[in-house]
């Protein structure tokens, strides 16, 4: 109940949240009439930022920033959209190209563990089900899931400061720079808000989930 259901239920309920606020704030129009791809633009400009393209991406709540590739990746909704949400995340997407030109720690940290967390989320199910299922004659198994496991939920802790600063520097820009009136501020703020929070309860979900194998495999060692 402690390790995988309550997560799981803190997780559907901030979900639910964010996809409110988004639908809430999406018909908010942003009172200069920019879209998401020209505050996106607009913002790495402002940063001194001329080799990253802004995409449009196929999808909801696909937004993303491809560091290999330098691209703000918005969907649809946001790339076209200029409503207070499009603006938001248009600015979050671009704090990570900021971060990236400068080279930001967290990112650094985050971007050199992408090819073991990969690997990990890739066979880590498998392994621990079968340690879970071979947990009397070959514990070792369940153990080396563990190790996978424990990887993919560094990966998740390391994401939050990454997250939380691009929120940060969004709401900086976006404030500094006049992109949102004073009444649009704060709806902006909620929203990135509530889109850190669903990467927190990820994260609490996945030490939840590590700490339910390790008592697993510790009461099959007693």
Not at 26 to 31: D, G, H, M, N, T
Not at 98 to 112: D, E, F, G, T
Not at 176 to 186: A, F, I, L, Q, S
Request: net charge positive; glycine share 4%; charged share 15%.
């Amino acid at each position: 109940m402690v390790y995988i259901i309550l997560p799981l239920l803190l997780s559907l309920l901030v979900s639910w949240r964010f996809k409110s606020k988004i639908k809430t704030y999406s018909e908010v129009a942003l009172s200069n009439g920019l879209s998401g791809s020209e505050i996106a633009e607009k913002m790495l400009r402002d940063n001194g930022i001329y080799d990253v393209k802004v995409l449009s991406t196929e999808g909801q709540l696909t937004d993303h920033y491809n560091p290999q590739e330098k691209t703000v990746n918005l969907s649809h909704d946001v790339f076209y959209g200029r409503s207070v949400i499009a603006a938001a995340i248009a600015a979050h997407e671009c704090g990570h190209a900021v971060q990236h030109a400068n080279a930001y720690a967290w990112l650094n940290l985050r971007s050199k563990l992408v090819p073991a967390a990969s690997f990990a989320s890739k066979w880590v199910q498998w392994i621990l089900l079968a340690g879970v299922l071979m947990i009397n004659t070959f514990p070792n198994l369940l153990l080396a899931g563990i190790i996978l496991f424990a990887l993919t939920t560094l990966f998740t802790v390391v994401t939050l400061p990454v997250e939380f600063d691009a929120s940060r520097r969004a709401l900086a820009w976006l404030s500094d720079k006049g992109m949102v009136r004073d009444n649009e501020y704060p709806m902006s703020k909620d929203a990135l808000k509530w889109a850190a929070m669903t990467y927190v309860i990820a994260a609490i979900a996945s030490i939840a989930t590590l700490l339910y194998y390790l008592q697993l495999f510790n009461g099959r060692r007693d």
